[in-house]
């Protein structure tokens, strides 16, 4: 086995248990209810979380700290080990260039090691995916550099398509603008939004009605697969903001198409506190985004 390994940070929504099978170290994402802060030895559950936005409560969401990067990835090193680390978009959150900062300082103090930060120009499970696929590699006896480039050969293929019941939390932390969430305010109309090439978010147009916006995230992927170059084995991911049976049916949707590899995860809270309660998400490998 390939001696490096593999981390990754929380917004990746990467399963618990395939995170704890594979030993992956996490570095935690933030956010606050007011003065108190979550994400790492805190944290609340995700139904909590959303019900306390739904209350009225408006979290604020922080990036990763630099310290805490540099003392998880100083554990690894010490081990004799090099580290490749898969990162939130750069477009969405200042996490990757902490991540990068910190690790050219560590490979100043540890020149025999190296430290490759892949940025997946994604979010959530859009990053997760790359992880599931390093691992899948890692474990193939890939080098950290093989798996480095294959990652970028590929990035631009994971496609993430996402709905929300309002833009409200995505305008208030400027993630889209005002004009956009108007626009999705309106009575009945539901916004699709996609993560672009630069890894940055985009709407998609709008729809009438909850339940066609979920119908519709699946026919967009079945729009945009390249199935000659990525088949129906490979790994789709549908993620969500407390809203679990909506997920499932978009899920069901998904394995009518014949995928197998369907997985279903919340959308972890330092994102939550953007798209809201009510955010449903499909990820899947496809033509360039």
Not at 136 to 146: D, H, P, Q, V
Not at 176 to 205: F, M, R, Y
Request: aromatic share 8%; net charge negative; proline share 3%.
């Amino acid at each position: 086995m390939a001696d490096y390994m593999i981390t990754t940070d929380s917004n990746s929504d990467v399963l618990p248990g395939f995170i704890k099978e594979n030993n992956l170290t996490i570095i935690p994402q933030y956010y606050a209810f007011g003065d108190t802060v979550y994400g790492d030895e805190l944290n609340m559950e995700p139904h909590e979380f959303y019900e306390t936005m739904r209350n009225g409560e408006l979290p604020k969401s922080m990036a990763n700290n630099p310290e805490v990067i540099r003392e998880r990835f100083e554990n690894i090193l010490k081990e004799g080990k090099d580290i490749l680390h898969i990162a939130f978009s750069s477009a969405l959150s200042g996490s990757c260039s902490n991540v990068v900062m910190t690790a050219n300082e560590l490979m100043e103090k540890y020149p025999e090691r190296k430290i490759t930060v892949f940025d997946s120009l994604n979010a959530s499970l859009g990053e997760g995916v790359s992880v599931y696929r390093a691992v899948e590699l890692w474990k193939e006896g890939k080098s950290m550099e093989e798996v480095y480039n294959i990652l970028m050969e590929e990035r631009d293929h994971v496609n993430v398509s996402f709905t929300v019941n309002d833009l409200y939390h995505l305008q208030r932390g400027g993630r889209v603008s005002k004009t956009t969430a108007v626009v999705g305010s309106l009575v009945n109309i539901k916004p699709i939004l996609t993560v672009t090439a630069s890894g940055e978010l985009k709407s998609d147009g709008t729809v009438r009605g909850r339940k066609k916006s979920l119908k519709t995230l699946v026919t967009r992927m079945e729009s945009s697969l390249d199935l000659e170059l990525y088949g129906k084995e490979r790994l789709v991911a549908v993620i969500h903001g407390d809203c679990l049976k909506e997920a499932e049916s978009v899920a069901d949707m998904v394995r009518n198409l014949g995928f197998t590899n369907v997985i279903i995860n919340d959308v972890s809270p330092s994102i939550g506190t953007h798209a809201g309660p009510g955010v449903v998400g499909l990820v899947f490998y496809g033509k360039r985004r």
